[in-house]
């Protein structure tokens, strides 16, 4: 496994981009990894060494500010960018928009 350091924010010898911002456990036990150049996760598929992948390429060019999973399975990542959703079902992030309420006098 990487190394993470405390004080420069980074995981020697990774691929990561990037500082830390945000680290989270899921429930399936894989471990998200968000830094100011994207987001990662620790895989663990049977190998003696967990491997650093690169989640999705959409948001290499957004910070991520934080991850969060609801009580559905449903990963949420915060971004600089906005809001995003993790579609377990389907393998891919849907972006939210957000729309503002218009309110009449």
Same mark, same amino acid.
Do not use: C, H, P
């Given at each position: 496994m +990487? !190394? %993470? #350091?405390y004080y /420069? +924010? #980074? %995981?020697? $010898?990774s691929r990561?981009? $990037? !500082?830390?911002? /945000?680290?989270?456990?899921?429930?399936?036990?894989?471990?998200?990894i968000g830094t100011s !150049? $994207?987001?990662?996760? %620790? /895989?663990d598929d049977d190998s003696d060494l967990p491997e650093l992948k690169e989640v /999705?390429? @959409?948001?290499? +060019? &957004?910070t991520i @500010?934080?991850? %969060?999973?609801? @009580?559905?399975?449903s990963v949420w990542i915060g971004t600089d960018q906005g809001?995003? !959703? &993790?579609d377990r079902g389907q393998y891919?992030?849907?972006h939210l928009v957000h729309i503002p309420i218009i309110q009449t006098v």
């Open positions: +990487k !190394r %993470f #350091d /420069s +924010k #980074d %995981f020697t $010898g990561t981009r $990037g !500082r830390v911002t /945000s680290i989270w456990e899921d429930q399936t036990g894989m471990l998200w !150049r $994207g987001l990662y996760y %620790f /895989s /999705s390429a @959409n948001l290499k +060019k &957004y @500010n934080d991850i %969060f999973e609801d @009580n559905t399975g809001v995003y !959703r &993790y891919r992030f849907k």
